[in-house]
């Protein structure tokens, strides 16, 4: 069954690098997006990727933020500078369509900020 | 705006108990209602969806009808296991650009054998 592949698993860095999530999105979706979670909290929306740009983020979303698809496979989130407060759960996500169709999810990276 | 409101957790339950996990929402528009769920270190797994009104999703015992009379997609299962512990999240997709999902806080089940 086809899946959404998240890289890595989990990644330390420390406060003010630069990370970049890698995610392989359902190879004929074509919707992308990224959400974030807390520890012990809600999931929350970050941004929505489509027809190679991006068409709704959240106020979370900030410019530190940036997403990009190199290439006809990959979507990233990197985060210029990295804070303690994004020490999350970062879940990729893709769907076919839009409306009424569900966003299959990644396993997500746990992203710890030392 | 768009919202999913669920009761809070933990619910605790005796193995083949009843199940009930209530769950509201707003939406301007038509959503489509999901329930999702994260056993252990794991990531979101689709439990099950319906996408209109008086719709019932189903999947692995877990039922959920689509009531837009009172907003709500409770999620049920008649008789739980402890394979069952997880935390389910309610999540609707409304939109016309982005169809983001916005979920629940999410309420953690645990199940005793």
């Known amino acids: 069954e086809p899946e959404v592949t998240q890289t890595p698993s989990h990644q330390v860095t420390q406060m003010g690098q630069e990370v970049i999530l890698r995610c392989v999105p359902i190879s004929n979706h074509l919707y992308f997006y990224w959400y974030r979670q807390i520890l012990g909290q809600k999931v929350e929306f970050l941004v929505s990727f489509y027809n190679n740009e991006i068409s709704e983020k959240s106020e979370i979303f900030d410019d530190q933020f940036s997403v990009e698809r190199p290439d006809g496979s990959n979507f990233t989130l990197k985060i210029r500078s990295t804070k303690l407060e994004d020490s999350a759960m970062y879940f990729c996500a893709s769907s076919l369509t839009g409306e009424g169709t569900e966003a299959f999810f990644g396993q997500g990276t746990r992203l710890t900020v030392v | 705006g768009n919202s999913v409101t669920q009761m809070e957790g933990p619910v605790t339950l005796s193995e083949e108990a009843f199940l009930t996990i209530n769950c509201t929402y707003t939406a301007t528009g038509y959503p489509s209602l999901f329930w999702y769920v994260q056993y252990p270190g794991e990531g979101l797994q689709l439990l099950l969806k319906?996408?209109?009104?008086?719709d019932k999703g189903s999947n692995k015992g877990f039922e959920a009808t689509y009531r837009k009379e009172t907003t709500s997609f409770h999620l049920e299962k008649g008789s739980v296991q402890v394979s069952d512990s997880a935390v389910y999240f309610c999540?609707?997709?409304?939109?016309?650009?982005?169809?983001?999902?916005?979920f629940g806080a999410g309420t953690r089940l645990f199940v005793k054998a």
């Open positions: 319906a996408t209109k009104a008086d």
């Open positions: 999540a609707l997709s409304v939109g016309t650009g982005g169809f983001k999902t916005i």
